[in-house]
């Protein structure tokens, strides 16, 4: 069954001590050398990188990602400047390698359009101790605008949260999250799968269900054994309540049918017996009492 994932990730920010370079060299299992700091960060025997392509607006693609992301970061000269943004999005298991990779960079294609920005798409194999069906891609946002040469230019507001609440128009994600779900729909058809997915919440699509928290799987540290624990704790309550909630549910439709016979019952004794009093033999025939009364005339 393909599951519908897009989750934006905090962004990558210089105050908190993270550059740019080094998330690039990381999601595409690449060496690079940060100019600005002179620190080399090598990820070249980091496995399970199955390509990494660097986008433009219009088309075109970077093969130097070191001068690329280098080039950014002497561009942003704030100690607490927002050097890029993440998206991660999982790609449906019934889709081949090929299609995988098509779908992964023809969203990122149409990032690029939309926002005008750089995008570097590093698609990944699941992990060897998690689920093997977790395919996903890294999207690595510029945080400023590009054009088709790879000159920088200025910020990308549509793509920073705060200033679309403060202009009060819809964020990235608004438009991100449905894109997606076309996307990874259409390359479902194309290739013949009944297989669907779709980004909106359980209480838009009428589904009466809590919403579980996603729990990996495999060993991880201890602090990933203990939050799983604590998220499959909740899952187990959320499913408890779905059940009670349905026999509830159930039982009131049994109430209401068994009142429905009920009151059709009812119906059908009140005109039997209004028949039998409205009888125009009974009705209509006038008593001799009646009759003799009728015939006095008072004086």
């Known amino acids: 069954m393909a599951i519908y994932h897009l989750s934006a990730k905090p962004p990558i920010r210089r105050a908190d001590g993270r550059c740019a370079t080094a998330a690039a060299a ?17 990820y070249r025997r980091r496995h399970g990188v199955v390509c990494a392509r660097l986008h433009l607006p219009g088309g075109a693609e970077l093969t130097d990602r070191a001068a690329f992301w280098n080039a950014l970061e002497h561009h942003h000269r704030r100690k607490d400047a927002v050097l890029a943004r993440e998206v991660v999005i999982g790609l449906p298991a019934e889709l081949a390698e090929v299609d995988r990779a098509r779908v992964a960079n023809t969203f990122a294609m ?9 995008v570097d798409c590093a698609i990944h194999l699941p992990s060897g101790r998690g689920d093997d069906r977790n ?10 605008h590009v054009d088709g040469t790879g000159a920088l230019g200025s910020k990308a507001l549509l793509l920073d949260p705060i200033h ?19 996307a990874v729909n259409d390359a479902l058809a194309e290739v013949g799968s009944r297989a669907r997915i779709d980004h909106r919440s359980h209480a838009v699509r009428g589904i009466h269900r809590r919403p579980t928290i996603h729990n990996g799987i ?7 054994r203990y939050r799983n624990e604590m998220n499959r704790q909740r899952n187990i309550e959320c499913e408890q309540i779905d059940q009670s909630i349905r026999r509830l549910r159930t039982l009131k439709n049994k109430l209401l049918q068994r009142q429905a016979e009920i009151d059709a019952r009812c119906a059908r004794l009140g005109g039997k ?23 006095k005339v008072r004086p």
């Open 135 to 144: 395919h996903h891609a890294h999207l690595l946002i510029s945080a400023c």
């Open 164 to 182: 679309c609440r403060k202009a009060r128009v819809g964020d990235s994600v608004s438009w991100l999250r449905p894109a997606w779900e076309r």
């Open 273 to 295: 017996r209004l028949a039998a009093s409205g009888s125009p033999s009974r009705a209509m025939k006038p008593s001799s009492r009646s009759a003799s009364k009728a015939g």
């Open 26 to 42: 990381y999601r595409a299992g690449c060496a690079i050398v940060d100019e600005r700091t002179g620190t080399r960060h090598d």
């Open 110 to 118: 149409a990032i690029s359009a939309r926002y005008g920005v750089a």
């Open 218 to 224: 495999g060993p991880g540290a201890p602090q990933r």
